[in-house]
C-alpha cells in the first residue's frame, strides 16, 4: 500500500504482487491509490518468485518488501521520531513476518545511542521462523504457513534479521491465533483502533507480560497494519483462530 501512495504521488506505475490469501478490502485499498494488483501463489514466496520472473522481463524496479537496506531505513526512522521527542524506551515490541521491521528498528536503536535495549520480536503459531531459527540455531525455513496473521506470512526471515539474533539482544516469542485476535479486540475496546493480527502479535505479548516486559517502565510498541480492517474480518479472523487454536494455548 505504501508503494502504491509513493507512485501515484511520483507519477510511477505500481503493480503490487500479493499472494492469494490476501484479503479484498486489502486488495481494493491498493488499486484505489492507482496501482495494479496481481494475485499468485498461495502465500508471499510464491508471489515473490513470479515479481521476480516479472521484473527480469520488464523495464523495471523491484521493491522487496522486507529484504532490502532502504526499507530498513525507512523503518529505521521510528526510532529517530522517537528519540527526537526525548523518549528512551526500556525495550522495544514488534511483531516479525520476513524481519524488515526488525532490522530497521535495531538499526535505528544504533544510531540514536540505544544499542542496549532489547527488541521482543513476536511471532505468531504458524509464521514462527525467527523463533524456529534461534531454537535450532540456524537460519530456519518454514515448510508452509498456518496462521491467520497472514501479513507474517513468509517462511523465512532474511538473513539480516537471522544474524541480527546474535548482534543484538533479541528475544523471540510466539503467541497461538487465538491470543492475537484477541488482543485486536482489546486494543479495538482501549484506544478505538482497529488492527490485524500480524499486529495483534504484539499487542498479545503486552497484554500478557513476560519476563522481559513485565518490569520494564517504558515499552515502545509497534502499532502498525489495520487499514484493511473490518468489523466482518474480525469476527471471522476470531472463528478462525479458536478452530485451530488448542485448548489452553
Aim: net charge negative.
Amino acid at each position: 500500500m505504501a508503494v502504491a501512495f509513493a507512485g501515484r504521488r511520483l507519477d510511477v506505475p505500481v503493480t503490487v504482487v500479493v499472494p492469494e490469501t490476501t484479503k479484498p478490502r486489502a486488495i481494493e485499498l491498493v488499486r484505489a491509490e492507482g496501482a495494479g494488483v496481481v494475485q499468485h501463489g498461495r502465500h508471499w514466496p510464491a508471489a515473490h518468485q513470479h515479481a521476480l520472473a516479472e521484473h527480469a522481463q520488464e523495464n523495471t524496479a523491484y521493491i522487496h518488501p522486507f529484504d532490502d537496506p532502504n526499507i530498513w531505513e525507512g523503518h529505521a526512522s521510528v526510532i529517530d521520531e522517537v528519540c527526537a521527542e526525548a523518549v528512551r524506551p526500556d525495550a522495544v515490541v514488534l511483531s516479525v513476518g520476513g524481519g524488515g521491521l526488525l532490522c530497521g528498528v535495531v538499526k535505528g536503536l544504533r544510531r540514536n545511542d540505544l544499542g542496549d535495549v532489547p527488541v521482543l520480536a513476536v511471532e505468531t503459531r504458524g509464521t514462527d521462523s525467527l523463533s524456529a531459527s534461534a531454537r535450532a540455531g540456524r537460519h530456519v525455513e518454514l515448510d508452509g504457513i498456518s496462521s491467520v496473521a497472514t501479513s507474517l506470512g513468509a517462511t523465512k526471515v532474511t538473513e539480516r534479521a537471522y544474524a541480527l539474533l546474535s548482534e543484538h539482544e533479541i528475544v523471540p516469542r510466539v503467541v497461538p491465533d487465538a491470543k492475537a485476535v484477541e488482543a485486536c479486540r482489546r486494543f479495538l475496546d482501549d484506544h478505538r483502533v482497529s488492527v490485524e493480527p500480524a499486529c495483534g502479535a504484539s499487542l498479545a505479548a503486552v497484554y500478557e507480560p513476560d519476563a522481559l516486559t513485565q518490569d520494564k517502565e517504558d515499552l515502545l510498541v509497534i502499532v502498525c497494519g489495520g487499514a484493511g480492517v473490518t468489523q466482518e474480518l474480525l469476527a471471522t479472523w476470531r472463528e478462525q483462530a479458536e478452530a485451530t487454536t488448542p485448548p489452553g494455548s
